[in-house]
């Protein structure tokens, strides 16, 4: 491979992306370095170097020079090579010749003679997806010449199915034209390299914007348009038969267009599809166990459910801020006997249906992911003539009530009223103490045992709102989630501004805080120190020094890709030493036994060549000085003679 050649920086998602993901990242990027090499095995050769070639080739004027013709224009345009064969001035040709030497200049992946790998974007179970700039288009003076370009993880690959999940994904989004599913273009390989071409989306992927929102969810309006479009596009796939099965906030994109579900690679075609076939993604294993269906996990015929099982808790998610069952997957969820909470924001029919297709099992779970839907972003409306008949009835209803029940009737009801709100609040049912007061004050507001009970029943729910989450603060502290602390305990201060205990949960909140940051600053400092002594080593040829330091450092940091590497080096490193040392210690005894059969010129040969493999190798030095010497003298006696 080509050790010189550099690739452009990872430009980060919204959010970031984690150590592992950028290890991820790395192995993607070196295992695309240089894939060709020519007949012989031993030369490397790359895309760029079959480019660069062909490029000072045609600056020489040494190619013919023809135009293109219908029947070779495909086979042109995919290969630069051929471009550079043609006698093309156009302006797009001449574009697309500067953008390949800009990026040969700059080092860069280019794919099949097309594709020019700028940067990733971002890393998933399968593969690697980068911001590439597409030639032929550059060519075509298309002013939207960029395209996402998704490559299969090299440690993926070798999965006997994944080739095949690719070009699934390829063809199946064919299938699936739709405007919140993200558009394939093609499915193509380069060598060892499979690949697969779409459409780049602006904005960010709901993970990282869920991240952005942890602990307080997102604006309703705002999750209600993303609910509608992801849920939108599975029921445009289920219609066709196909189920996503890996449906996941990472795999739906948010544009300032509207949100778009991604991957479709391990999408599995229920029984009765029409395109049914004899691959099955399920035997590939890359599901999120967080939002698998229990059906899934157990590697069941797949269904619509298990999709809305994963809508829902993504919808969940939306609205609270956090998983339903904590990241636990359905099976542990099903074993600990976990429900999700009831989330106070959405009404009754929102919550019947996000807790119905929440189920854990496939019998009691929603079938049909439109329902879900609906239920969730639309309200329900009354047919007219109902809501007519109601009006007519109320204004009967008053008119009777005025007319023959006031005023006698309105103290009855006042009564019975404030007896409900007495017999809600001895029962605990604050909520429902504090309504029936406040339709008691609404006709009577001077109503004075009214008034009494609705400030008990307020301060009651007031103190145990705090206590609720002060509790949910000390639960937080536990786990070091410091940061929940401070939100549980703002909140209860936000109720009562002099509440103690909570402004003492703020104080060890900030000193726990303070002290896990610094803890974090002094490993981040060890580390770098383990990790420029590992490279020192390595300069002085001190690999097994090296090698320490570098697996002292991943004990910091284990998803490091830069101590990874440099691990995997010293290790090739002193084993190709041992080897050369092994090398030169034959050749050396083979030297001895020519030294002592007096045959000095075989002696000095051996020697010269052990120190090819070791150089500054003591005993071969000593043997070639001692041969030198002995040869010199016989040469003497010889001239002597």
Not at 90 to 99: E, P, R
Not at 192 to 208: A, F, N, P, R, V
Not at 500 to 522: D, P, S, V, Y
Request: hydrophobic share 35%.
């Amino acid at each position: 491979m080509d050790d010189n050649r550099k690739h452009n920086q990872p430009a980060k998602t919204a959010s970031g992306l984690s150590r592992s993901q950028n290890a991820a990242q790395a192995q993607s990027a070196t295992a695309l370095r240089g894939q060709k090499l020519d007949n012989s095995g031993s030369q490397p050769r790359s895309t760029i170097d079959d480019i660069t070639q062909l490029n000072e080739l045609h600056h020489k004027n040494e190619l013919p020079g023809e135009e293109l013709k219908s029947g070779n224009l495909k086979k042109a345009l995919t290969q630069i090579s051929n471009d550079f064969l043609s006698a093309h001035t156009s302006q797009g040709f001449i574009d697309a010749q500067n953008d390949a030497n800009l990026a040969l200049a700059d080092h860069k992946i280019i794919l099949n003679h097309r594709f020019v790998l700028e940067s990733i974007l971002g890393a998933g179970g399968m593969g690697t997806v980068y911001k590439a700039q597409d030639l032929r288009k550059v060519e075509a003076q298309d002013s939207q010449s960029h395209v996402a370009v998704k490559v299969l993880n090299s440690d993926f690959k070798n999965h006997p199915d994944a080739f095949v999940s690719l070009q699934r994904e390829a063809s199946r989004s064919h299938l699936l034209s739709h405007p919140n599913i993200v558009t394939v273009h093609d499915f193509d390989r380069d060598g060892d390299t499979i690949y697969m071409t779409m459409e780049l989306l602006q904005g960010q992927d709901l993970e990282s914007l869920l991240a952005d929102h942890k602990g307080q969810g997102l604006p309703q309006a705002q999750a209600q348009e993303i609910i509608r479009d992801y849920c939108s596009a599975l029921a445009f796939a289920h219609e066709k038969g196909i189920i996503h099965s890996d449906l996941k906030p990472g795999n739906i994109f948010v544009t300032p267009q509207g949100a778009k579900v991604l991957d479709f690679g391990i999408a599995r075609l229920a029984s009765e599809s029409q395109y049914k076939d004899h691959f099955d993604a399920g035997n590939i294993g890359a599901i999120t166990p967080a939002y698998a269906s229990l059906e899934m996990l157990d590697n069941k015929e797949p269904q619509a459910s298990d999709d809305v099982y994963a809508a829902a808790i993504i919808a969940y998610e939306m609205y609270s801020g956090r998983h339903p069952f904590n990241n636990r997957s359905a099976a542990s969820a099903l074993a600990l006997g976990l429900k999700p909470d009831r989330l106070d924001e959405l009404s009754k029919r929102q919550w019947q249906a996000l807790s119905a297709a929440l189920e854990i099992k496939r019998s009691d779970r929603s079938d049909s992911v439109l329902d879900f839907m609906k239920a969730l972003t639309e309200k329900p409306r009354l047919p007219t003539f109902k809501l007519i008949s109601i009006f007519l009835f109320v204004v009967l209803l008053i008119i009777s009530y005025v007319k023959f029940l006031m005023p006698d009737e309105l103290t009855r009801v006042i009564d019975e009223t404030y007896s409900v709100a007495q017999q809600c609040y001895s029962q605990g049912d604050l909520d429902c103490a504090i309504h029936r007061t406040h339709d008691i004050l609404k006709i009577a507001p001077e109503h004075v045992h009214a008034q009494a009970l609705l400030a008990k029943a307020e301060s009651l729910q007031q103190t145990q709102q705090i206590n609720g989450l002060l509790a949910e603060g000390e639960a937080c502290f536990e786990q070091q989630n410091y940061q929940c602390v401070l939100d549980k305990s703002t909140a209860a201060i936000q109720i009562e501004p002099n509440q103690e205990q909570a402004q003492a949960l703020i104080q060890k909140a900030q000193t726990a805080l303070t002290q896990q940051l610094e803890q974090e600053k002094q490993a981040q400092q060890e580390f770098v120190r383990y990790l420029d002594r590992s490279q020192q080593c390595f300069a002085q040829k001190q690999y097994a020094c090296a090698i320490e330091r570098a697996n002292k450092a991943l004990t910091i940091e284990p998803d490091n890709a830069q101590a990874k590497a440099l691990l995997q080096n010293a290790d090739y490193a002193q084993r190709q030493q041992q080897e050369n040392l092994n090398k030169a210690d034959k050749v050396l005894r083979d030297g001895q036994g020519c030294f002592e059969k007096l045959d000095f010129s075989c002696a000095i040969a051996k020697s010269e060549s052990a120190l090819e493999f070791v150089p500054g190798h003591k005993e071969a030095l000593r043997l070639k000085r001692a041969a030198t010497q002995s040869l010199k003298k016989v040469k003497q006696t010889i001239e002597i003679q």
